[in-house]
């Protein structure tokens, strides 16, 4: 099947890029691993190995809008002009050209011969999957210009950065504002070196117009997970429910759109910059820790994110508590692994970070949620986005995000477990999500094996954001004392 029907949450996207083509709209997996870094032919030749089985990446959005269209060669969008890629403009980033895109951590290094007893086959030296290659060192040695470092203070040549956080953070930094290829790419893969000794970190790339965070960790889990995984089906639309089957539901949905926006209007006039730069910071914390906090107040562990949130946003937020977008899946039986395109809508919450009973907040934020949960709700979602017809679904994405209604989202996801790069596993996985154009900020919470992990992505101008995930832990520390 060369086409497949998109939705709107996917041409909302689309739109989005096309606004503000230098605007970073991607997610982005990351993985840490100890040990050396492999060359590019071997990164390239592990992609290719496993290419059957994410058919998706052949995938691009079409023109019209309404389809994604199957690209009979890897290298989506080269050499194409607006509407043929996602908007972007076919030029080079200042100061990245071929030879950083092609240089090996170790020119004069050749790989091992595999192991045949555990490790992947060696696929043929080809491929197009190289196209979707970057290598980048954050060293002295290599040139840190190629890529925007958010005004980084220098590396110092020898050692490199000694605390292993401190050092990805910087790499996570990289990862964050530089742009998908100049040539037009909804997807690449990124190896990062150099910003600690002993220790590389490899990293997936989804713009959100072609994949969700669910969709986009999918790809992660078959690029990285075991080779014998099945190939993902890059299923796009779905069937359209019928009619009568969700006009019971449409009242509650209608009023989650028209609700908020007497409350908010006023309160936020002012949109944070959308054109500035953008800064992550990120907290992990044991993943049992927060399930006991749960068992204490009845409550899920995302429902004790977010109650920790409203803790940590309390010095953010101060004139009224913030309306947050929380994701809510719109997949229909089926659906579930799709690989291709958004399948989520938002929930739109009322964090109560004014409350001072932190009882009170947990029992909030557990009411407030609530009907997420409920599979009514999310049919009547899912049936809606689909039934619409597509200018007026559009309309009420942006209705959802717009910055005076919503102010931030916070999502969540787990992520795959079992990811490594040739035998050797990933001790840490993150996610790095994007910045709606205008939002205050952006919070993910994701758990990886026995970890769980807040990261919040902000305007750099916005200072008070930065301390948000130690203070996120502060509030935790206080719903776990209650008992």
Request: net charge neutral.
């Amino acid at each position: 099947m060369d086409r497949l029907r998109s939705n709107p949450v996917d041409q909302f996207f689309v739109d989005l890029d096309d606004a503000a083509p230098h605007y970073p709209l991607h997610h982005t997996h990351v993985l840490r691993f100890h040990g050396t870094p492999p060359t590019r032919d071997r990164l390239a030749a592990h992609l290719a190995a496993r290419l059957h089985l994410v058919p998706e990446l052949r995938f691009r959005p079409g023109v019209p809008h309404g389809r994604w269209e199957r690209s009979a060669e890897l290298d989506l969008g080269q050499g194409q002009g607006r509407g043929q890629g996602l908007g972007l403009e076919s030029r080079p980033e200042p100061g990245l050209g071929a030879d950083l895109d092609r240089q090996d951590p170790e020119p004069d290094r050749q790989d091992p011969e595999p192991d045949r007893r555990g490790r992947e086959p060696e696929p043929t030296a080809d491929t197009r999957a190289a196209a979707h290659l970057r290598i980048v060192c954050l060293d002295r040695g290599a040139p840190l210009g190629a890529v925007p470092l958010l005004d980084a203070p220098p590396l110092d040549p020898a050692p490199p950065l000694p605390d292993p956080d401190e050092g990805f953070a910087l790499a996570a930094q990289t990862l964050l504002e530089a742009s998908l290829s100049p040539l037009g790419p909804v997807w690449d893969v990124w190896l990062l070196y150099g910003y600690t000794p002993g220790e590389f970190a490899l990293a997936y790339r989804a713009h959100h117009a072609f994949q969700d965070a669910g969709a986009a960790g999918e790809t992660t889990r078959r690029l990285f997970g075991p080779l014998d995984a099945e190939p993902m089906a890059a299923v796009g639309g779905g069937p359209r429910p019928r009619r009568p089957a969700v006009l019971a539901h449409v009242p509650r949905v209608v009023a989650d759109l028209i609700t908020p926006r007497v409350r908010t209007r006023r309160a936020f006039a002012a949109a944070a910059d959308a054109h500035g730069t953008r800064v992550a910071v990120s907290e992990p914390v044991d993943l049992d820790y927060l399930r006991k906090i749960g068992e204490m107040h009845d409550a899920s562990v995302n429902q004790v994110y977010l109650a920790g949130l409203c803790g940590a946003l309390a010095d953010v937020f101060t004139a009224v508590d913030p309306h947050v977008c929380v994701p809510m899946s719109t997949a229909l039986p089926g659906e579930e692994g799709a690989a291709l395109g958004n399948r989520l809508s938002m929930l739109r919450v009322q964090l109560p970070c004014s409350e001072s009973s932190l009882r009170r907040r947990i029992e909030l934020i557990r009411r407030r949620t609530a009907s997420a949960r409920k599979p009514e709700r999310r049919a009547c979602t899912s049936a809606m986005i689909r039934l619409c017809p597509d200018p007026l679904a559009r309309w009420t994405v942006r209705n959802y995000l717009q910055p005076r209604r919503t102010q931030l989202v916070a999502s969540n996801r787990a992520l795959p477990d079992g990811l490594s790069f040739d035998g050797n596993p990933a001790h840490t996985a993150l996610f790095v999500p994007p910045l709606i154009p205008g939002h205050r900020g952006f919070s993910f919470f994701s758990t990886f094996g026995r970890k769980a992990r807040l990261a919040v992505v902000f305007p750099a101008a916005s200072a008070n954001w930065q301390a948000v995930p130690e203070r996120w832990l502060e509030s935790l520390e206080e719903l776990a004392t209650l008992g």
